[in-house]
């Protein structure tokens, strides 16, 4: 009796397309459009799983062999910007101190019947700043042992079961509290952006803390013919460029000045304490193009350099334009809808997330016998308008977002 390959679904006859493939493979014939449904088993939900009776009587259902159980733990994309915590009181209090002026030293100017008077109060001028706003979510799980035994032939595949629940609701913790670590840093972003550019024309120009490196690229060596922000992840020149003026930039903070900051305080950030971002696809691009260490040992090889391979979201095929594009709404009230970011230089205490507190409180219900868990988070994100923050972006000339 010849084999009836529509007697039995889950076994296929499968000697003709491997036929076709090794001559695709040795080169026998072109690449041919190959039918996969008969190789490739993508899964069947449960309730509608056919074929699952034996080859034998019919009549029996086949046993699970194995059990595999998908539990990856996500580790998370958000850059470091945790800080402490604390058990008591909810404010954050930030104080600092102005530097005090100079004034004439009149050691060396003595008058004979002058009177000096040593009795001068002189007060520091000191400011204090508080954060006290706090984002909260939890996850509610539902688990139960005596109904879900049935399903499992051991205890190991039972725990097994569980450890992949616990995973899922680790992940859905992991993404949710990188996505609030993100919105704080693209809030530092946007708050820099709009204060250089109020008007939202951020390919006009450049500034001292929103550094469009497209536009000076453009100004210094190529006014005549415009390198577009597309086609500059892919010049060389344009990145030696870039990478010159972000280490230039390292250099200046660790100067204290006025400039690199929105309220204009006195700050400068020492290597230790600055933080640095870059776009993935602009770091990979001058790491690959490049080919140097002096982009590595500049950049990449500070203690806090750290990559995001989006700010906000990656579109629907993590097009450029969308995976470096902020648009928001500040904290402050201003929209800032912008591409090309390639990267923010920040110190330590520009932007953080203060006081995490992640914690599970639970409840048997002994009538339906199930547990409830809810898995807790919040913390207090923050950014002080007084720190450093500068800002880098390929943002074409006279590109208008609203």
Not at 59 to 80: C, E, M, Q, W
Not at 159 to 178: C, H, K, L, P, W
Not at 335 to 346: K, Q
Request: proline share 3%; with cysteine; glycine share 6%.
């Amino acid at each position: 009796m010849g084999y009836d390959k529509n007697s039995n679904p889950k076994w296929e006859c499968t000697c003709e397309i491997t036929n076709d493939i090794i001559k695709e493979v040795i080169g026998e014939s072109e690449v041919l459009n190959e039918d996969l449904s008969n190789i490739v088993d993508v899964g069947k939900a449960f309730q509608n799983l056919d074929g699952a009776l034996d080859n034998y009587v019919r009549k029996l259902h086949d046993h699970i062999g194995k059990v595999v159980f998908v539990n990856r733990r996500y580790t998370g994309r958000a850059p470091s910007v945790l800080m402490d915590g604390w058990e008591y009181g909810s404010i954050l209090e930030k104080i600092r101190s102005k530097m005090p002026e100079a004034t004439e030293n009149e050691s060396w100017e003595l008058t004979n019947g002058t009177s000096y008077d040593p009795n001068i109060f002189t007060a520091p001028d000191v400011s204090v700043k508080f954060f006290n706003k706090r984002t909260t979510f939890e996850i509610p799980i539902s688990t139960t042992e005596r109904q879900v035994k049935s399903a499992f032939s051991s205890a190991a595949q039972l725990n097994g079961f569980y450890s992949m629940i616990e995973t899922g609701v680790q992940n859905a913790m992991t993404v949710r509290t990188d996505e609030l670590i993100m919105r704080t840093i693209n809030n530092a972003i946007a708050e820099t952006l709009y204060d250089a550019f109020p008007g939202g024309s951020y390919g006009g120009g450049s500034a001292i803390k929103a550094v469009n490196l497209l536009y000076l690229y453009n100004d210094t060596f190529n006014p005549d013919t415009d390198l577009t922000a597309a086609e500059a992840l892919h010049t060389p020149a344009f990145l030696r460029f870039a990478a010159q003026v972000m280490g230039d930039y390292i250099d200046r903070l660790k100067v204290i000045s006025t400039l690199f900051n929105i309220e204009g305080t006195e700050k400068f950030t020492s290597e230790d304490r600055m933080h640095i971002v870059m776009l993935s696809q602009f770091r990979r691009a001058a790491e690959m193009y490049l080919q140097s260490d002096t982009f590595h040992n500049e950049l990449v090889k500070l203690p806090n350099s750290e990559k995001v391979v989006y700010w906000q979201g990656s579109g629907t095929d993590y097009d450029f334009f969308d995976t470096s594009e902020i648009n928001v709404k500040t904290a402050t009230g201003h929209t800032v809808n912008c591409d090309g970011i390639l990267g923010v230089i920040f110190d330590r205490d520009a932007l953080g997330v203060s006081n995490v507190s992640r914690r599970i409180t639970s409840n048997y219900n002994p009538k339906a016998e199930f547990w409830n868990e809810w898995h807790k988070f919040d913390a207090g994100y923050f950014n002080d308008l007084s720190e450093n923050c500068v800002v880098f972006c390929a943002v074409e000339a006279f590109k208008l977002k609203v």
